[in-house]
């Protein structure tokens, strides 16, 4: 999907999302990024960039109808920042390491995740929601039942450890 912006890339992406179902859907939205990177992570521009993000993220659950059986819904960042220097990730520190997360839909426990989580359980919470079972990680996020019935629905939140 092309676009400068989460709002420009969830426009283009609007009328796939509406019928390419079943699919994964990979959105990159660059607007915080691209802040922290140029203003520094925690600056009123990267706030401005987070809020445009929340908004774009609000349209996209409207748009996903999260109460079916087979839409997970997944956000995160790739990285924190502004640990060390204010327009870098490259340090130890915490706000660098550390790495938000949200997953909605079905199979989510709602709650927060547990430490310790990285982003390599990422991968394996999408295998799974597709039927895979990965061997070698600590995740998946979702419940083993993903694709069976009776799972519950609903909102988990937390960070995950970079590495
Ligand atoms: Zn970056």
Redesign the pocket.
């Known amino acids: 999907m092309r676009g400068t912006g989460a709002r420009d890339i969830l426009t283009e992406a609007s009328g796939a999302l509406a019928v390419e179902r079943p699919g994964l859907f990979v959105l990159h939205w660059p607007d915080a990024?691209r802040a922290?990177?140029e203003h520094g992570w925690m600056t009123p521009a990267y706030a401005t960039a987070a809020h445009e993000l929340d908004a774009m993220l609000g349209d996209l659950v409207e748009m996903l109808a999260l109460e079916d059986s087979q839409t997970l819904l997944i956000a995160l960042a790739?990285?924190g920042?502004g640990g060390v220097v204010a327009t870098d990730?490259e340090s130890d520190h915490p706000a660098d390491r550390t790495i938000p997360i949200i997953l909605a839909g079905y199979g989510v426990e709602p709650g927060e995740i547990r430490l310790p989580a990285t982003l390599v359980d990422v991968p394996a919470t999408v295998l799974a929601a597709f039927g895979f079972r990965a061997s070698n990680v600590r995740g998946p996020f979702v419940a083993d039942s993903w694709t069976g019935g009776g799972c519950r629905r609903g909102v988990m939140a937390g960070a995950l450890a970079e590495w």
């Open positions: 990024d922290g990177h790739d990285h920042g990730h």
